[in-house]
């Protein structure tokens, strides 16, 4: 067993200006782990009891802290994996694709089995992909893709490419910093970064006790904010941050996580993201049962939903 350190600084733009949110025990998230998705996560802590959600007061990126990454052993245990990761109608997919022209050079980073490949359709693509099965899946396809890390990549592959891509990825990556480094460098002077993430503004993944949003899986958690101060912190030029709307399948969702974070924020600590008490559990019940009973769905007109995409222009 290693106890990992807390970190001392960002791990996206360095600063010591951090304040601890919440303190949550690891044996909470694994209830959570094994209550929603049947899968033990307690080993994924290696040892640490406890973990801090840490907010930077500089560029307000959120993180878990010491960070813990999941093995490859979790991912497999994952049920389905391909339903969270490979759903081929993302919204962030057409967002980036009327950035892109046929006769750049792209490169994805985290291609799962290649599906992006296929909208995009340009003559020089390359994917980078840790997943074997996906690998397998899309060379089937007839997508080769490479698996090895964007860090050793860009070592080879400086100022090659007119466009980086990652969807779904940069959330559970263990080094943000030094992953958005390494991408600006296999990119040309004013090529585009396009990144695609879950969203803290929106209430369908910024609520409590989200498991899926919690370590071993997610290790950060992005505002819109934090994308705006990109400019401070990279050598990029901001070119639009893009909210995906709420989708008419998540209206549901909407309004339970909404509701349920409105109502338990009477009784608890400004911006918790976990509880483990029966209070919480009996809140939610409540209101998923009066918005089965009395078909109730807030408006989600121009609310924010899963995805938020960014798109960066190297300087
Ligand atoms: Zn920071």
């Known amino acids: 067993m290693e106890i990992l350190k807390m970190s001392d600084t960002c791990i996206l733009c360095k600063s010591d200006r951090l304040k601890t949110v919440q303190k949550i025990k690891a044996s909470d998230i694994n209830d959570l782990y094994v209550r929603d998705l049947d899968v033990d996560v307690l080993l994924e802590f290696k040892g640490n009891k406890e973990i801090e959600y840490k907010e930077c007061s500089n560029c307000h990126l959120h993180f878990f802290s010491p960070v813990l990454t999941g093995s490859p052993k979790f991912y497999e245990s994952l049920l389905k994996p391909e339903e969270f990761y490979y759903k081929d109608d993302r919204y962030e997919f057409f967002l ?5 022209n046929k006769t750049d050079k792209v490169l994805e980073i985290g291609s799962g089995s290649g599906h992006f490949s296929q909208i995009i359709n340009v003559d020089d693509y390359t994917g980078l992909e840790y997943n074997d099965k996906a690998i397998a ?16 990549f860009a070592i080879e592959h400086e100022n090659e490419f007119d466009v980086v891509c990652s969807f779904q990825v940069l959330e559970h990556v263990e080094n943000p910093h030094d992953y958005i480094e390494s991408s600006l460098k296999v990119l040309k002077k004013g090529g585009l970064i396009i990144f695609g993430v879950p969203s803290a503004d929106s209430i369908l993944t910024d609520n409590i006790n989200h498991t899926l949003n919690f370590p071993p899986h997610h290790i950060t958690r992005w505002y819109n904010k934090t994308f705006q101060g990109f400019e401070n912190i990279f050598n990029v030029e901001l070119v639009s941050v893009n909210n995906e709307p709420v989708s ?6 909407y309004t339970l996580n909404l509701l349920t974070n409105r109502v338990y924020k009477i009784f608890s600590s400004k911006g918790i993201i976990m509880s483990n008490t029966s209070r919480f559990r009996f809140v939610k019940k409540l209101v998923k049962k009066m918005i089965n009973v009395f078909g109730i769905r807030l408006n989600t007109k121009n609310k924010k939903g899963e995805a938020v995409i960014v798109v960066l222009r190297k300087k």
């Open 96 to 100: 980036a694709k009327k950035h892109i």
């Open 137 to 152: 899946d899309a060379k089937e396809k007839g997508i080769q893709l490479i698996k090895k890390p964007i860090e050793d």
């Open 248 to 253: 008419d399948r998540l209206k549901k969702s």
